[in-house]
């Protein structure tokens, strides 16, 4: 094994580490908000994959620009899966919560398939096949571009929360529902504002990693776990630390994937999730919650 | 007064207990009358049932919510069969074996995630990652089969746990729903069980009271985990095969918990009930139906009952019957006072 395979492997990894970044951060605002962990995450993500994939191949729309219609659509999923689905559970047990987003992410998988069919399904951007050779890294052009969107979505997602009203509003519902509803914020109709940003975040997410990767009904579930870790790695509520620690997953992912044999590089992951989840439950940074 | 209540308990118990074993009776004489598509959807319902209550013994009773209870399933079922397929053990001798490993794999993840606290979400999600991780494990592990998992070579000899016709896996799960059904009922009443809810209901007024949580969470998982191992084993021996994502995979876990859910959590009666109502409709519709639009109807009920029923179906059944009593008793309250004159003036 020579440099320049470590040094690629970094790349590719902190490149990765970007998208799963933006997955989580969908998932961690929907859990600050609301405490429901998401299962239905990865199927959100896989439906703007297809949005992103159908734009392309019927009407020929450039990826990057059906990004758009993949947050818009994507949003209104989420906005309206939880007016009608997650509303009504709110105070419910964790376990009906979950087994829940379980039963929509059935429901979408399965309507994906049946409309689509299970193929494995990809797309092929010529503009984007040449790669950027940098010193002795290559620069997978897609790989890049992600990340550089990634980058932007969630900079413009931090100055939402932070800077206008609607961001404070989802803070201050974040942090105390019943305090909210009584200075004024309408935290129902808020709730499904932020379930439906994270859904968007998820089918940005599925959008951006299109034109590098494949589309099947079940392609979530790769996504969801990682999302998980990433979320909890970074604290379960903590923006921010969702970024950094999706950083921090697809980096160990990918160098792990360097030394390991065979798909290994998935216990290291998974190793790392339980080691954080017992000695740091509310992530590297605090901020998450540890009373789940 | 007291004497009688004690009476009509006892025989309120007396007619329940002979409900129940009247319902097994029935059970165990249906595939004398139905062919084998429907003996095979009996199998499958008890299993559900059994798969179910094992889960309900840590989860629903000890309140500890596991969501990868496949982590069991999966050890169980690979222990049984690799010690029956590399030294010729009989799996009714290693499904105890797979007990045991499994006892002790949900003592080291209880010990771990009860000594750090984690609890809710977070307990929820450590034990997914264990099971994945076993996933991850045994893919990449030739010794036990890696990828292309393990193949259960045929025999119809009853001490290798195989048996020559279907009916008698029928026999077998029937008879571990009904003892494990048995178990969950007695534990109910039971110091231990009482101490199991005590610690789910209030952790801290427990521990105050004098109940070790930390032990009795132990106890709870291992039971459960010994249980759900020996579901594995017969997994393993009725269809003969077992890979990576069938023994551990997340699918699993949420196949063992669905059932418990739907039926009513932490109920004797809940398991059963969900995986009674929930099995025939995913078999039946898949029969009808083209699997990806069954798996949707599957997903909707389940969307649809956590929605209108949040404590189950048995949870339901439970609140009519105590407003019926409620309103009985009201009833005749009314009716003895003295003095109450009835209608007119």
Not at chain 1, 42 to 64: C, Q, R
Not at chain 1, 220 to 243: C, D, E, K, P, Q
Not at chain 2, 24 to 48: C, K, M
Not at chain 2, 129 to 157: D, T
Request: net charge positive; hydrophobic share 55%; glycine share 12%.
């Amino acid at each position: 094994m020579n440099i320049s395979a470590i040094f690629q492997a970094i790349t590719d990894g902190l490149l990765m580490g970007g998208v799963y970044g933006l997955v989580a951060v969908g998932l961690t605002l929907i859990f600050g908000v609301m405490q429901i962990v998401n299962f239905a995450h990865g199927a959100l993500m896989m439906l703007g994959m297809y949005v992103t994939y159908w734009a392309f191949t019927l009407l020929g729309i450039n990826p990057y620009v059906s990004i758009l219609a993949s947050i818009c659509a994507l949003f209104l999923v989420g906005f309206i899966l939880q007016r009608f689905f997650l509303d009504p559970i709110l105070n419910a047990p964790q376990h009906n919560q979950l087994l829940l987003t379980l039963g929509i992410m059935l429901v979408l998988e399965n309507l994906a398939l049946v409309l689509w069919s299970p193929d494995f399904r990809s797309i092929k951007v010529e503009w984007l096949e040449q790669g950027i050779l940098l010193g002795s890294v290559v620069l997978n052009k897609p790989r890049l571009l992600a990340f550089v969107f990634t980058l932007a979505i969630t900079a413009v997602l931090y100055y939402v929360l932070k800077k206008t009203e609607l961001g404070r509003a989802i803070q201050a519902a974040s942090q105390e529902r019943e305090g909210a509803h009584l200075v004024g914020v309408n935290v129902r109709h808020i709730n499904g504002i932020a379930f439906g940003i994270g859904a968007a975040c998820a089918g940005a997410a599925g959008s951006l990693i299109m034109p590098f990767y494949f589309v099947s009904p079940g392609v979530g579930h790769v996504f969801l776990l990682r999302a998980f870790v990433v979320a909890i790695l970074g604290g379960l509520g903590n923006f921010g630390g969702a970024l950094v620690g999706g950083l921090i997953i697809g980096l160990t992912e990918s160098l792990s994937a360097l030394l390991l044999p065979g798909s290994l590089k998935e216990m290291v992951v998974y190793l790392l999730f339980v080691g954080i989840l017992l000695v740091r439950p509310t992530g590297l940074f605090g901020g998450g919650r540890s009373n789940g | 007064m007291a004497e009688t209540r004690t009476l009509a308990k006892k025989k309120k118990r007396v007619v329940s207990l002979a409900a129940a074993l009247l319902a097994l009776l029935a059970a165990a004489l249906l595939p004398q009358v139905i062919d084998s598509y429907y003996l095979n959807l009996l199998i499958i319902t008890a299993y559900g049932i059994y798969l179910a209550q094992c889960w309900n013994i840590m989860s629903g009773l000890a309140g500890q919510f596991s969501f990868g209870h496949a982590t069991f399933f999966g050890l169980g079922a690979y222990t049984s069969s690799l010690l029956f397929t590399k030294a010729g053990l009989t799996p009714w001798v290693g499904m105890f074996a797979g007990g045991a490993v499994a006892a002790l794999m949900g003592l080291f993840i209880g010990f771990l995630a009860f000594r750090y606290q984690l609890k809710g979400h977070y307990f929820a999600l450590a034990t997914l990652a264990f099971a994945e991780i076993l996933r991850v494990l045994a893919l990449n592990w030739r010794f036990v089969g890696g990828a292309m998992g393990i193949l259960i070579p045929l025999g119809n000899k009853p001490a290798n746990f195989q048996f020559p016709e279907t009916v008698h896996y029928y026999y077998v799960i029937l008879v571990m729903a009904a003892l494990i059904t048995f178990l969950v009922y007695k534990l109910g009443s039971s110091k231990l069980g009482l101490y199991l809810v005590a610690i789910r209901e209030n952790e801290e007024a427990a521990e105050a009271m004098g109940v070790n949580s930390f032990k009795y969470k132990l106890i709870a998982v291992s039971i459960s985990a010994f249980l759900t191992a020996l579901g594995g084993t017969f997994y393993a021996q009725f269809y003969s095969y077992l890979d990576p994502e069938l023994a551990f995979g997340t699918a699993v876990s949420v196949n063992i918990l669905t059932p418990a859910i739907i039926g009513g959590v932490g109920t004797v009666w809940g398991p059963v009930v969900g995986a009674l109502v929930l099995t025939p409709i995913a078999e039946l519709t898949r029969g009808l139906l083209s699997s990806g639009i069954s798996m949707i109807v599957y997903g909707l009920i389940i969307i649809v009952v956590i929605i209108y029923l949040p404590e189950g179906i048995v949870g339901l059944l439970q609140k009519v019957w105590r407003r019926r009593i409620i309103f009985k008793r009201r009833t005749t309250v009314v009716e003895n006072k003295p003095g109450v004159k009835k209608g007119g003036f």
